[in-house]
């Protein structure tokens, strides 16, 4: 699990992609702040903003 944390959200967009070139890791962009955010099926908990944020904790031990 690797997180990554960037005052500037362009910054950390253009680091998570050259990541994800130079790597091949699956990566989430911006998981508690983008309603598009293509998430794996997690029972309904990943299907909102709102759901997101107020199960942050399971959210993460899900994914990872």
Known sequence: LMIIVCKKWHVAKRLLDR???I???PAIEYLF???D???PDL???QST???RARHRR???RMLF
Do not use: F
């Open 49 to 51: 903003l709102e759901k």
């Open 43 to 45: 029972g309904g908990i």
């Open 58 to 60: 399971a959210l993460m």
């Open 23 to 25: 790597t091949n890791l």
């Open 33 to 35: 702040s983008e309603e």
């Open 37 to 39: 955010t293509p998430l």
């Open 19 to 21: 990541i994800r070139q």
